[in-house]
């Protein structure tokens, strides 16, 4: 993970966090931090080989049982959030919780 986290700064990061204000050290780091889940074990890679456990996330991308249940965490997550189903319940409670 430290390389991805390290890649993302190089890539996307300028300046010099020595001269920056805390919140955006801050935001560079947890950047860096989201870039390297996604670097070290791609979305995609996971979709193609329909993991759906850490061991699996562990196996295929060596990387260790923290990384690979927080990159789990994660994914499951996105899918729950553009699931249609999740979709048409978040639309439904919208509207049920308009004041007319």
């Known amino acids: 993970m430290n390389f991805g986290h390290e890649i993302c700064h190089y890539l ?7 001269n920056m204000h805390q919140l955006f050290i801050d935001l560079q780091e947890y950047q860096a931090d989201y870039f390297a889940y996604h670097f070290c074990a791609p979305t995609f890679m996971l979709e193609d080989l329909k993991v759906n456990c850490v ?11 923290e990384f690979a249940l927080r990159r789990l965490e994660m994914y499951e997550n996105k899918q729950i959030d553009y699931s249609p189903n999740y979709a048409t319940y978040q ?3 919208n509207q049920n919780n308009r004041n007319y």
């Open 55 to 65: 061991a699996d996330i562990m196996k295929h991308f060596n990387v260790d049982c």
């Open 12 to 18: 996307r990061h300028c300046g010099n966090q020595l």
């Open 91 to 93: 639309i439904a409670e």
